[in-house]
Structure formats: C-alpha cells, structure tokens
C-alpha cells in the first residue's frame, strides 16, 4: 500500500487481514526523506505532507492495528526505525529531521505504556545505510550493508538504552554507536557549531545534486 494515500479502506483491509494472524514481530520501517537536501521555506507542500504522513501517521496508524493484538497475546516486540536526523537538528532536511524526533518520543512513551503487557518496543536508531534513500552504494565502517545492519539489530534486541541513555532505544551497529556517543556525551547534538556544520555539509550536498540535475536536463 502507499502511505502516503493515507486512505481508511487501506487500514481497514489491512486490519481484517491481520485480525486473526498471530503477529510476533511488527517492524516499523516505512519512510521517506527529501529528495534532495531543501531550504523549509522552499519545500513542496506535497513532499512535506508525505514525510510526515508516511514517517509519523503511517507508523501510528499501522501500530494501532497490530499492537492490540500482541497485548492481547501477551507477546509481541515491535521494533521502530529512527534516524541520527532525528538525534541532530538538520538544516535543509528540516521536516524530515522533525519527524524522526517525533519517533524517539512516541516509541519511547510507548514503550513505558505496553511494558507490563508483554510486549517489548524498540527504536532502533541508525547512521546511514547502504540504500536507494541514503544513494550510498558502497559500505564502510560506518556505513554498514542492509545485511550488516539487520544482524547487528537482530543480536541487541532487549537492550535498552542506547549509545544516549534512553530508555526503549538501541543504536545496535558498533560505529553507529561510537558515533552517536561522541555526539550526545562529548560534542552536543544541538550546540550552534554542530548545527551550523550539519547545514554546511547540506548546503553543499544540494549545490552537488543541483549541479547534477542540471547537467541532466541539459545532456
């Protein structure tokens, strides 16, 4: 289905499907980013609706439906994507660094509420990935596989906490943990230089991807 539709009739059928399935394991990995890194003030509406309704509403929506059935089992983990845009404050990536802030808070208050039920939530937090939305093709050390990733999430799962301390998150893959403590315990994720160096970086990936489109358009 496409999230970004929004439409009941989806949710309903997706629910009717699901209503008699013993659902373990629901894995929140729906998502869309800018297609390029965008000033807020030039963002598409459309674009921006669809990161919000496809990153935020898909994820509650879905969420509604399938986690009632694991508390009525007493079983269940439902594991969310997060992303470092939501831990650092992105400049020209604004919406969708906001929506992945919205996830940290909602996952985390939720998972305080389904503690006692038996059924256990997880944000998994990440740095890029090799993948069509981060257009990174070759891995490294800190940019895993798809299949790097997946192992290091499956082998912390229960381990709350995270490289940041919070309650109901983990930053499973090791680099990305290294990362992601440096930057909440020794730097700060939203002191003016980190900030400012994050909208340069941006800055100059949108000058690159405009440069691109246009030695496209004109070829």
Known sequence: MDFAEN???NYAALQAQT???????????????HSIPVPFLQTQREEMADIITINCVGTLRITQIIAPLMVQRRRGLILT?????????????ATYSGSKAFLQQWSTALG????????????????????????????SALVPTPKQFVK?????????????GIAY????????????????????????????????????????????AEREKSS
């Open 152 to 164: 290091a999430t499956l082998s912390k799962i229960g381990r709350n906490g995270g490289a940041q």
């Open 19 to 33: 209503s008699q399935l013993d659902v373990a394991i629901l894995i929140n990995n729906v998502g869309q980013s």
């Open 7 to 9: 439409r009941d009739d």
């Open 112 to 139: 305080s509420e389904l503690a006692s039920s038996g059924v256990h939530v997880q944000l998994v937090q990440s740095y890029l990935v090799t993948s069509a939305m981060s257009k990174i093709r070759r891995a």
């Open 81 to 93: 994507m997060a992303s470092f845009g939501g831990i650092l404050p992105t400049p020209l990536l």
């Open 169 to 212: 998150t983990s930053t499973p893959y090791w680099a990305h943990g290294l990362m992601h403590w440096g930057l909440t315990s020794v730097i700060g994720t939203t002191n003016s230089v980190v900030v400012h160096q994050n909208k340069v970086m941006h800055e100059a990936i949108r000058k690159r991807a405009l440069k691109k």
